[in-house]
């Protein structure tokens, strides 16, 4: 199955800004940011077609998956 992933901001850094992974039916949300090599604690807003995920969330064909690091501001 193929997702896209889209990453966000300080997640860019060293990866990209969005790209197509491979996997099978039973990859969740926590397996895309561990094969990024992305901590969970920087993987603070996750979004499944513009819906809010999990790291449990079970992926779909078709799939977009946006990764966004904690926000800050004041």
Same mark, same amino acid.
Do not use: C
């Given at each position: 199955?193929?997702? @896209?992933?889209?990453? $966000? #901001? !300080?997640?860019?850094?060293?990866? &990209? =800004?969005?790209? %197509? @992974? +491979?996997? =099978? +039916? ?6 895309? %940011? #561990?094969?990024?090599?992305?901590? +969970? ?7 499944? #077609? ?6 449990? #969330? %079970?992926?779909?064909?078709?799939? !977009? $998956?946006?990764? &966004? ?6």
């Amino acid at each position: 199955m193929k997702i @896209i992933v889209k990453l $966000f #901001t !300080t997640l860019r850094r060293g990866r &990209f =800004d969005q790209s %197509v @992974i +491979e996997g =099978d +039916e039973s990859m969740v949300v926590r397996h895309v %940011v #561990t094969m990024l090599n992305i901590p +969970e604690k920087e993987a603070a807003i996750l979004f499944i #077609t513009s819906r809010y995920a999990e790291l449990d #969330t %079970v992926l779909h064909e078709g799939d !977009t $998956f946006a990764i &966004f690091p904690p926000v800050g501001g004041g």
